[in-house]
T-cell receptor, first 111, second 112 residues
């Protein structure tokens, strides 16, 4: 089954404790992206990747890192999480400029 | 930077009534996509519009792309409770065709 998976689905952590949210897709898509969703603000892009080893900042990259060492994986790293990074995070993948397939989401709470 | 404005933020309708959400960009879009997110779910692709003035239909849903490729609309005829959710438009600009700018979404509530 074609899908995008994210782990963990839910995470409660404390300020400053490094964390990684994993994202994996099995559709051989070149393009992957991370978004955060906050009430009233819609989906805002954090980082995106056009292919392996090619990443670029989205609209809200501060406080986040990404890497794309393999085509299928695109982890999101928060080196020192802060409460303003409490949000719902979605990973997405696509082929070319076609539809984006979204993962199930990761709800992160930073205390 | 580029922005996609979407209105209304929230719409409450009686089942059977029609519903429309609008998206507007200050600059010309390459294409526009529409997504639906059910409560507690993730965004799911509905459609992509590419051509100026394009109109596409999916059962009770009608999607339009403006002549100037700066605005778009989604119209639902005779809403049903299964239409409940947040509808997002997402536009792409120029050469960065994979970079989508999402609208803020319209939350549709349907009362049976």
């Amino acid at each position: 089954e074609a899908q995008v998976t994210q782990n963990p689905r839910y995470l409660i952590t404390v300020t400053g404790k490094k964390l990684t949210v994993t994202c994996s897709q099995n559709m051989n898509h070149e393009y992957m992206s991370w978004y955060r969703q906050d009430p009233g603000l819609g989906l805002r892009q954090i980082y995106y990747s056009m292919n392996v080893e090619v990443t670029d900042k989205g609209d809200v990259p501060e406080g986040y890192k990404v890497s794309r060492k393999e085509k299928r994986n695109f982890p999101l790293i928060l080196e020192s999480p802060s409460p303003n990074q409490t949000s719902l995070y979605f990973c997405a993948s696509s082929s070319g400029s076609r539809e984006q397939f979204f993962g199930p989401g990761t709800r992160l709470t930073v205390l | 930077g580029q922005q996609v404005m979407q209105i209304p933020q929230y719409q409450h309708v009686q089942e059977g009534e029609d519903f429309t959400t609008y998206c507007n960009s200050s600059t010309t879009l390459s294409n526009i996509q529409w997504y639906k997110q059910r409560p507690g779910g993730h965004p799911v692709f509905l459609i992509q519009l590419v051509k100026s003035g394009e109109v596409k239909k999916q059962k009770r849903l009608t999607f339009q792309f403006g002549e100037a490729k700066k605005n778009s609309s989604l119209h639902i005829t005779a809403t049903q409770t299964t239409d409940v959710g947040t509808y997002f438009c997402a536009g792409s600009y120029g050469g960065a065709t994979n970079k989508l700018i999402f609208g803020t979404g319209t939350l549709l509530a349907v009362q049976p």
